[in-house]
C-alpha cells in the first residue's frame, strides 16, 4: 500500500522539480498595511499598529519607484552551487540609494511619528551619511553599536528602508535562482533571520509552513514541528494568547524549543486567511513577554522593534 504523503513531505519532495522558495508580491507593504489597520481596531496597541501601517503605506510608495537589476548569472550560479545567499546582507555592500529610501520614508511619516521618532527624524540631516551607512549594517549584523538615543529612535524607519531595498531586490529575481531544499535557520535569499512562520493556504501548498524573512520577504519552506533556529523536532510545544473572551488572536502561537529555549512564532493562514507574519508579530508582543517568563528568548526579528 503507497504511503499517503504529509503537505511538508510533498513540498520537500517538489523541491528537487521546482523551488519550495516564495518570493514577495509586489503589492507586500500595501497588503501589510491593510492588516496592521484591521488589527489595530480595538487593540490596546492600536495608535502603534496605526503608524506601522502608515510606514508600511510609504514603503510600498517607495517600492513601487523602485528598479533593483538582476544579480548576474555567474553569481547566481556560485550561490546555487553553494547554498549562499545571492543577497547577502551580512556581507555584501549597501545598495547606493538605501539613504534615499529612508529620507523618502521619513519624510512620509514624519507628521505622524511618534514624539521621539519626529525628533529623531528633525535631527536625520545632522548626521553623516557615513555614521548612517554604519547604523545600518550594525541592524543588517544584528551587532550592538546604536549608542544614543536619537540612533535607537531611527532605528526602525533604518531598519523599513532596507525593508524596502532587500525587498525590491527580492522581487528581481526569479525563484530558481534561490537557493532551495535547505531547511536553513536563515532566508536563502538574503542570509537574514525570520520574523517568524507562516502556514499557507492555496497554491503555495494547503497546510505548507514557511518562514518569513525579515528583511527581504522571501519566504522559504520549513518542516512544521521542528525548531527553525536548531532544527530540533523534540518536546516542541506551542503557547497561544488567552483573555476572558478566549483567544483573542487565534491565528498566531509561540513555538518553544526546549534545546535552544527559544520561540519563534507561526502564524496560520487557515486560521485566517489575511494573517501576515510580520503584521501578526507586532501585534501579539504580548505573547512574546508571556513566552520570556517562562524562560525562551524570541528568535523572531522585527525590524519595526529594533532589537541588536
Keep these: ?4 504523503l504529509s503537505p511538508e513531505e510533498i ?42 501601517a502608515r510606514l508600511a503605506d510609504a ?14 548569472s555567474a553569481h547566481l550560479e556560485r550561490c546555487r552551487q553553494h547554498g549562499m545567499p545571492p543577497l547577502d546582507a551580512q556581507g555584501a555592500e549597501l545598495p547606493a540609494d538605501w539613504q534615499d529610501s529612508l529620507k523618502a520614508l521619513a519624510a512620509d511619516v514624519a507628521a505622524h511619528a511618534p514624539a521621539g521618532l519626529q525628533n529623531a527624524i528633525a535631527g536625520l540631516a545632522d548626521i553623516p551619511a557615513e555614521r548612517l551607512d554604519a547604523l545600518a549594517r550594525a541592524i543588517l549584523r544584528c551587532e550592538e553599536t546604536l549608542s544614543n538615543p ?4 531611527l532605528a526602525p524607519l533604518i531598519g523599513a528602508a532596507l525593508q524596502v531595498q532587500w525587498t525590491a531586490r527580492a522581487q528581481a529575481l526569479q525563484v530558481g535562482d534561490i537557493p532551495s531544499g535547505f531547511e536553513d535557520s536563515l532566508c536563502p535569499a538574503c542570509g537574514s533571520h525570520p520574523v517568524a512562520s507562516i502556514v499557507r493556504i492555496g497554491d ?24 527553525v533556529p536548531c532544527h530540533n523536532t523534540r518536546d516542541i510545544a506551542y503557547q497561544g494568547l488567552e483573555n476572558e473572551q478566549g483567544n483573542p488572536h487565534p491565528a498566531v502561537k509561540a513555538e518553544t524549543c526546549p534545546e535552544c529555549h527559544s520561540s519563534l512564532k507561526i502564524v496560520s493562514m487557515e486560521k485566517d486567511p489575511f494573517a501576515d507574519a510580520f503584521a501578526d508579530d507586532l501585534a501579539t508582543l504580548a505573547l512574546d513577554m508571556l513566552v520570556d517568563e517562562t524562560g525562551f528568548h524570541r528568535a ?3 525590524l519595526f522593534l529594533f532589537t541588536p
Excluded at 500500500?1 to 499517503?4: F, I
Excluded at 536619537?150 to 529612535?153: P, S
Aim: proline share 4%.
Design 150 to 153: 536619537l540612533e535607537l529612535a
Design 11 to 52: 513540498a520537500t519532495q517538489a523541491g528537487s522539480e521546482g523551488s519550495t522558495n516564495r518570493l514577495p508580491a509586489p503589492h507586500l507593504f500595501a497588503e501589510r498595511a491593510a492588516r496592521l489597520r484591521t488589527l489595530a481596531d480595538g487593540h490596546a496597541m492600536g495608535d502603534f499598529l496605526r503608524f506601522a
Design 59 to 72: 514603503q510600498q510608495s517607495r517600492l513601487d519607484k523602485l528598479t533593483a537589476p538582476r544579480p548576474d
Design 204 to 227: 503555495a501548498g494547503h497546510g505548507v509552513r514557511y518562514a518569513a524573512c525579515s528583511l527581504c520577504a522571501c519566504e522559504w519552506h520549513v518542516t512544521r514541528i521542528k525548531c
Design 300 to 302: 523572531g526579528r522585527n
Design 1 to 4: 500500500m503507497q504511503k499517503l
